[in-house]
């Protein structure tokens, strides 16, 4: 998609202002479609007196997440591992770990996946121990965890549940955790700059910092070990768009080939377990966490799928719509810059501008699908055209001939019978002329807007000399594509 120029620099402002606010001593964005990396920027000093690109190397953090995520499942799909397998299967020094109680079961790999894994929130701890062995972590299963709630039963954000992952990854790939995902799922897909070590980045690579009272401290790089699984990459806006898009077209109607199906990359964007408002006090989306990845249900712009990542030094974000395709990655080289806020906001301004841009192309919006239609439900999407062919016909009929029996004919084709034992097409017809005169709509025009939120659902308005007429059709789960529910409402220009 070609994004105009005022909007694209709208987004670099974000960024640019960040720099300027001391929030980080650089930023970098990117912007991206279905096709690829749209635009990028970056502002603000790298470390060598240049402002970060989209070839500039930072740490991702728990955007890594993702991958381990999608890694585990290459072993699922291959037979290698079960995602209904309780960890000490992979991690034997887990049964030492006394549970909350005698009933509780185990932490499975789908509960570790999901955050429902029962641990405490370990954000500050678990980010320092990246680089212990695996000894080291059965060490500290042995000695023991504390639970915050029964395994399965809630959601709390863990990296101890993703560094198990990580040694169950190891385990069922029969190498190392870093071995496997780069062979199963970073090299595949050609994200060579996206590495565990920076000593293997091709790029500049910029250093971490630490605001001490006003001065930038630099922070040491951890390298690989036990809990690399839960943040341990680096990698560049140019590759982390590239893993995002990836990602996102799995919901598309031609998802991108790749070492995970697309159906498993859907799985991963499912929302499985509800995140607690406490959790996102600031979102007024309900969120949920899928496999490795957030999942936020947006009134304007419906399905977003997120991760954000926070290391010592470094803040990083990805989030993308499922229904359009459009996403924002972004990084900064400050710890708990938190430069999630801004990628937030600039996918907002993105979304505002694709609306907006598919409101002026309302002729091509009147003759296909209004929204992107998941694999698998075409069948659906094309019944639901199909009906509403049908029902503006029997709006015409209702309206030019009310007593002519073979409206109310049609209608019986056209619907299923709860329709007229709702509401009887005496009392519709009197409605739809009651509405039509309302506003004055002609009800043999094209629509003038559609919106479509599932593909078994389609709304759309007819223009008139005072106002709109939405028309709302709801098509029962029969495969003859009945209509369910037929809803015609006069909206008259506000004067």
Not at 52 to 77: H, Q
Not at 156 to 172: F, K, P, Q, W
Not at 355 to 369: F, H
Request: net charge negative.
């Amino acid at each position: 998609m070609s994004l105009p120029d005022d909007l694209l620099a709208e987004v670099d402002a974000l960024f640019r202002e960040r720099v300027a606010a001391r929030t980080a001593p650089s930023s970098v964005w990117g912007v991206f479609d279905r096709n690829g990396l749209v635009a990028s920027g970056g502002h603000g000093d790298r470390g060598d007196g240049r402002a970060p690109d989209a070839a500039t190397v930072y740490r991702i953090a728990s955007c890594t997440k993702s991958v381990t995520a999608a890694t585990l499942l290459t072993l699922v799909a291959e037979g290698w591992a079960d995602l209904d397998a309780p960890i000490t299967d992979a991690v034997p020094a887990f049964a030492e770990v006394v549970l909350p109680s005698p009933d509780a079961p185990v932490p499975t790999l789908r509960m570790l996946l999901t955050m429902a894994g029962g641990f405490p929130t370990d954000d500050p701890w678990a980010d320092r121990q990246e680089s212990i062995a695996d000894a080291a972590l059965d060490d500290v299963l042995r000695r023991g965890l504390l639970f915050d709630s029964v395994p399965g039963t809630r959601f709390a954000y863990s990296n101890t549940g993703y560094a198990l992952l990580g040694r169950a990854v190891a385990v069922a790939a029969g190498t190392t955790f870093h071995e496997a995902a780069t062979s199963r799922v970073l090299a595949p897909l050609g994200l060579d700059d996206t590495v565990f070590r920076a000593e293997d980045a091709r790029g500049y690579v910029v250093t971490g910092q630490r605001d001490d009272d006003g001065s930038w401290t630099p922070q040491p790089m951890s390298g690989p070990g036990a809990f690399s699984s839960i943040g341990g990459l680096f990698s560049t806006v140019r590759d982390l768009a590239r893993w995002a898009r990836h990602l996102a077209s799995a919901t598309s109607t031609t998802p991108e080939p790749g070492p995970l199906s697309p159906a498993d990359r859907r799985l991963m964007q499912q929302a499985m377990r509800v995140v607690p408002p406490s959790v996102v006090p600031t979102s007024t989306r309900a969120t949920a966490y899928g496999f490795g990845l957030f999942v936020e249900q947006d009134p304007r712009f419906g399905e977003l799928v997120s991760h954000s990542g926070g290391y010592p030094g470094f803040s990083a974000h990805m989030r993308w719509s499922v229904e359009h395709g459009l996403g924002v990655v972004a990084f900064e080289n400050a710890t708990q810059a938190k430069v999630s806020a801004a990628a937030d906001r600039a996918l907002d301004l993105v979304l505002d501008r694709a609306l907006v841009m598919d409101r002026a192309r309302v002729p091509d919006r009147t003759l296909g699908q209004p929204v992107p239609v998941a694999p698998g439900v075409e069948r659906t999407a094309a019944a639901a055209r199909d009906a509403q062919r049908s029902v503006t016909t029997l709006l015409q009929r209702w309206a030019d001939a009310p007593q002519d029996p073979a409206g109310d004919a049609l209608a019986d084709r056209v619907c299923s019978p709860n329709v007229p034992m709702d509401q009887p097409y005496e009392r519709r017809r009197r409605a739809l002329a009651e509405a039509v005169a309302r506003v004055g709509a002609d009800l043999h025009a094209d629509p003038v807007e559609e919106h479509a939120t599932v593909p078994s659902q389609l709304r759309w308005w007819l223009p008139g000399t005072n106002g709109r007429l939405r028309v709302e059709i709801k098509l029962a789960p029969l495969a003859a594509g009945l209509v369910q529910t037929l809803t015609v409402i006069a909206e008259p220009t506000e004067r």
